[in-house]
């Protein structure tokens, strides 16, 4: 090999290398070589080759290194639907050869139709012969409507869930009355009586032998069970054929003087309480609660609306009188509420206060701060109300502090209470009263005394499990008295009992549910007659 050097004056050298300078250029380009070849072999190692594994077919793609799973799936033109499964999933970045699945989702709803058979219910009767039986309402089945969710991976069924429910027909259960043997004498009532058994609401009229269905669907949850002053409407709950965590129960009326009346579905769900307003026809006020899935099964609502209805349920008006509010301490029980016999004041009472709505301007006006009772349980405690026939004077339940106590909600203390309105006053008129003392005012009698009825607890340390007493004193809460049950008998469960709505020649009755049974005790000569014997009885109503 030869090179030529040029010299300070411009004349070429030619000079000949030795042997070992030519080896070693031959080296150094013999490395060069092979450095070069190194990096296009790097060049072509930055593709990976994928498998994808989709709609029972297998295809390779060759992608560069850092692609995604996603973007990959793209170059193949594949379309992913909203349900299909990526596995490794979409957004994974690819370094190494591998594999990916796509499972084709998809679902499909399928609706069947479901017969709902109807139930069977036998009521006993004290009017008919012993073991007589007679059909009082055919069965009738009904039908639902149930839409499944179903899922398929890759078409083959690998789910199916219930999507949702509705009731199409409601079945109609199959009431048969049996006869039993009675030892009751009949009694002569005015107006009517009507009483919840069984989930069905039945009435008497005239006379206790003259009783009859009202409503027999068997579902009457005995929430709202109330008749309307001139005793010809009623008004109650019956339980939702929804599920309890959407829809509690619904409102319904019906004229309890038809000959073959029909339920009339007043389209109000969810009710805690409801009432007829006195004095202005078919109209009503009601409160509402939130379904929830923790005891106690709601969340009250602590609002107030009343509405107005035609005889076909049409509604004629409405209005918010309270809106939804948290009802103070221990609110998520709910509130109560009572109107003064001519409807002119309507009382409410819940946990912390007693006190009135005004209608006028919608608001609640507190008349009295209670002492909350601690229940540790998963109920609160709401006193009862009554007004006086005149409409002065509020009767209620006070809960008293008791020193030595470490909280005063824990009191076991409860007094009945007298309560003033206009005068902004209260006065304590039976100490030792028990929680649910459920006073009641007698209806006026002239030349009679004005009366209070109340229960008394039998053990008025323990009145949230005691059985009660029926008492009645004056109304200024003098000649107090025990009238029901006798002596060293088993007391009654708390309720509220009922005045005869047309006092005859005199006589006083109170209607009680007492184990079970219907009785009437006449206060004057302290006469208790049963008159049901079917011991199933859960809510009465007289007027």
Known sequence: MQFFIRSKRNHPIHHTLPGAKVCLILILLALFSVTTGCGSKEVLQSQIKITVLVDGQEQTIEVPIGTTVLATLQQLNLKIGNLDRIEPPGYMVLTESLSIRVT??????????????????????ESLPAGETRLI??????FQQITYRLVFEDNAQVSRTEFKRVIVTESQPEIVMVGVQTPFTAVDIPGHLVYLTNGNAWMMESSTTNRRPIVTSGDMDGQVFSLSQDGKWLLFT????????EEINLLWMINVTEKNPKPINLRIKNVRFAAWFPGKALTIAYTTVEPRSTAPGYQANNN???????????????????????????????????FSPSGEQLAYARPDAVGLVDLDNKKLVPLLDLIPYQTGSEWAWVPGLAWSRDGRVLYTVTHVPISGLASDEASPRFDLTAILPEDHYSISIAQQSGMFTYPVASPYLPGKTLLLAFLQAIFPEQSQSSRYRLMVMDRDGSNLRIVFPPEGSQGLEPQRVVWTPQPEEGALDVSMV?????????????????ITGDASIARMDWQ
Request: glycine share 12%.
């Open 104 to 125: 084709r989702v998809r679902e499909e709803f399928k609706i069947e139709e479901v017969v709902i058979p109807f139930e069977n219910q036998i009521v006993k009767n």
């Open 137 to 142: 309402q055919p069965g009738i089945n009904g």
């Open 238 to 245: 019956r339980k939702s054929q929804k599920n309890p965590s």
């Open 304 to 338: 107030l609306n009343i509405d107005s209805y035609s005889e076909t349920g049409m509604i004629v008006r409405q209005s918010e009188i309270i809106g939804p509010n948290s009802g103070g301490i221990y609110g998520w029980w709910g509130m109560d509420f009572i």
């Open 514 to 530: 007492y184990q079970g049974n219907l009785w009437i005790l006449n206060i004057e000569n302290g006469q208790a007659l049963q």
